[in-house]
């Protein structure tokens, strides 16, 4: 007995009449060519988010290190002892400086930010670009 359930005549109706009117089909090779270069914009977008990111850390372990650094100093200069009121100012002077430090290194990581999510917007802003001029140019 044959197995006539894998036919659908409604579905065969159709292809012979879309063959019949020979419409043209999309080129898979222009799709996938279209794609390729999509995927590559978002690569690169994403390797100058890492960038970005990689800079990020960069400047956050830079501020820690002065910052204990900072704190070190303060802590072994209060150890060898002086005067009193250098001693009671020594932590009021710490702390003012790891305030101005912390403002200038906030400042700079919002830069740092503030260009990778530029130049990121510019590589994918380039690729869309690119898109509507090769849609555009295929009408």
Request: glycine share 6%.
């Amino acid at each position: 007995m044959a197995d006539n359930s894998s036919k659908n005549p409604f579905m065969d109706m159709f292809q012979d009449f879309g063959s019949s009117m020979q419409i043209p089909g999309p080129d898979m090779n222009d799709m996938m060519e279209y794609h390729r270069k999509n995927l590559q914009a978002l690569q690169a977008a994403v390797q100058v988010g890492s960038g970005s990111a990689q800079a990020l850390m960069a400047k956050q372990r830079e501020a820690l290190e002065k910052a204990m650094a900072d704190i070190s100093d303060t802590v072994q200069n209060q150890q060898a002892g002086g005067d009193a009121s250098e001693m009671m100012s020594a932590p009021m002077d710490l702390a003012k400086k790891t305030f101005d430090a912390t403002l200038q290194t906030t400042q700079e990581m919002a830069e740092i930010v503030r260009e990778g999510n530029v130049e990121t917007f510019e590589v994918i802003k380039a690729r869309v670009m690119e898109s509507v001029e090769e849609l555009s140019g295929k009408k």
